[in-house]
């Protein structure tokens, strides 16, 4: 089953905007990432932030997480038409035996 | 070596042919997964392999068959397929242990067609 929601499900922003996509959960977790997927490729890992993390940055990426909510928030500074791509945010439960559960991920078209 | 590579990119079979899908990793990586993403939606989990064992198996249909030969390949064979199992077939690898990370790396796909 699927555990993460993203929305919107959709973004369309022009470069050099920031994009800010959010992610629920409903059960307890040991980590929360972020993935990318261009059109029909492989997805690739971004951020991962942990279950005692409130906040983590890695470049133009700010990633927040907070545990009484369930969810998390992925920010994309200074976009760039290349961050045209699906994000998916993905749980790692606890004691899930290595398993992610992938949210349904939005769409970012970044306008050049 | 941080890639996972996948072969072939793209399979198109009859819902009477046998064909395999495989995925390779030299990361030294001891989970190795297959997911199945159908267009524009997240990719769904099929199975686990943990040190070459099966550890999960999302209650896969018997058609499709996986198998871990050794730690750095996994194939899926598939037989008896239906046009609704055409979809892009994931692989990813993670490694175990302490010290590894939680992250999953994954290959290209294979976009695989049913007819």
């Known amino acids: 089953s699927q555990q993460g929601e993203e929305d919107p499900q959709a973004l369309s922003i022009q470069e050099g905007e920031n994009a800010t996509m959010n992610c629920s959960y409903k059960t307890s977790i040991n980590n929360l990432q972020w993935y990318r997927q261009n059109s029909g490729r492989g997805l690739v890992h971004l951020i991962l932030i942990r279950s005692n993390e409130r906040e983590k940055h890695s470049g133009r990426l700010r990633v927040t997480l907070d545990t009484s909510k369930k969810s998390s928030s992925l920010l994309i500074t200074a976009s760039r038409a290349a961050d045209t791509a699906s994000y998916f945010c993905?749980?790692?439960?606890?004691?899930?035996?290595?398993?992610?559960?992938f949210g349904k991920g939005t769409l970012l078209t970044v306008n050049p | 070596d941080t890639e996972v590579t996948q072969t072939p990119k793209h399979l198109v079979m009859g819902m009477t042919n046998k064909k395999s899908l495989k995925c390779e990793q030299h990361m030294g990586h001891r989970a190795m997964y297959w997911y199945k993403q159908k267009a524009k939606k997240p990719p769904e989990l099929m199975f686990v392999?943990?040190?070459?064992?099966?550890?999960i198996n999302e209650s896969v249909p018997s058609r499709f068959s996986p198998e871990c030969p050794n730690s750095s390949l996994l194939n899926l064979h598939l037989h008896a397929l239906q046009p609704e199992d055409s979809a892009l077939y994931l692989c990813?690898?993670?490694?175990?242990?302490?010290?590894?990370?939680?992250?999953?790396?994954f290959g290209p796909g294979t976009r695989l067609t049913v007819l």
């Open positions: 392999y943990s040190y070459e064992k099966l550890s």
């Open positions: 990813a690898s993670k490694g175990l242990g302490s010290g590894s990370k939680n992250e999953q790396f």
């Open positions: 993905a749980t790692d439960a606890h004691r899930s035996n290595y398993k992610l559960t």
